[in-house]
């Protein structure tokens, strides 16, 4: 069964950058379109092949990327806002792997 650890959350100002990860347990990440999800609403996809796309409240802020040879989705988060609070969790687009724990991220205004 395949395992997602989503880290590097926290509490940030607003304003403020992270960068969150998700380990995925298995080769057949490479096969799947992932997406970065905030309390299960999706937020940020990319391709196999690495096409991304975006929800409009975090383009231009937000960056999702994925390294295929180390099982790796990555969402680099800039100029943070409150209403990006939230719990993020990775998984395919659409979601049918076992969600993991999520990782939460909270800014201050």
């Known amino acids: 069964q395949v395992q997602l650890v989503e880290s590097g959350g926290g509490l940030v100002q607003a304003g403020g950058s992270l960068t969150l990860a998700c380990a995925v347990s298995h080769n057949i990440f490479r096969d799947y379109m992932m997406g970065w999800y905030r309390e299960r609403e999706l937020v940020a996809s990319v391709s196999v092949g690495g096409t991304d796309n975006y929800v409009d409240s975090v383009k231009g802020r937000f960056t999702i990327s994925r390294d295929n040879a180390q099982n790796k989705l990555y969402l680099k988060m800039n100029r943070l806002t409150p209403d990006d609070t939230g719990v993020y969790y990775c998984?395919?687009?659409?979601?049918?792997?076992?969600w993991g724990k999520g990782t939460q991220v909270t800014v201050s205004s």
């Open positions: 998984d395919t687009r659409p979601a049918f792997w076992p």
